[in-house]
């Protein structure tokens, strides 16, 4: 069974660093793209970073300069360096992967969230 499973979040000042890691097991297979979604109470989840296997990115607009979002495909390891943090950064920060399965089917999986707190 595939899993994804989030690490380092926590409570953390405005203006300061996070890095969250999301952690795959079950599988030796390649995620085609990985994601960082969060969710703040009574909000929706959005997307905040994305990255696909060959590297690419894409950035929420709220977040752009001061997240960096990175894989190590070798690991099925992502990564979300948090930098400048401000309080409405303040969310549960969910794990996204998908991947191709034999047959063309995509698979979508979601890790538990892992919460971000950013107050003085």
């Known amino acids: 069974q595939v899993q994804l499973v989030e690490s380092g979040g926590g409570l953390v000042q405005p203006g300061g660093s996070l890095r969250l890691s999301c952690a795959a097991s079950?599988?030796?297979?390649?995620?085609?793209?990985m994601g960082w979604y969060r969710q703040a109470p009574g909000k929706q989840r959005e997307l905040v970073a994305r990255i696909r296997s060959g590297g690419s990115t894409n950035y929420a607009d709220s977040v752009r300069d001061r997240f960096t979002i990175s894989r190590d495909n070798a690991k099925n390891t992502m990564y979300l360096q948090m930098s400048s943090l401000k309080p409405e950064d303040t969310a549960v920060y969910y794990c996204n992967a998908g991947a191709w399965l034999i047959g063309g089917t995509y698979e979508n999986y979601w890790g538990q969230g892992t919460q971000v707190t950013v107050s003085s």
């Open positions: 079950g599988t030796t297979f390649t995620f085609n793209a």
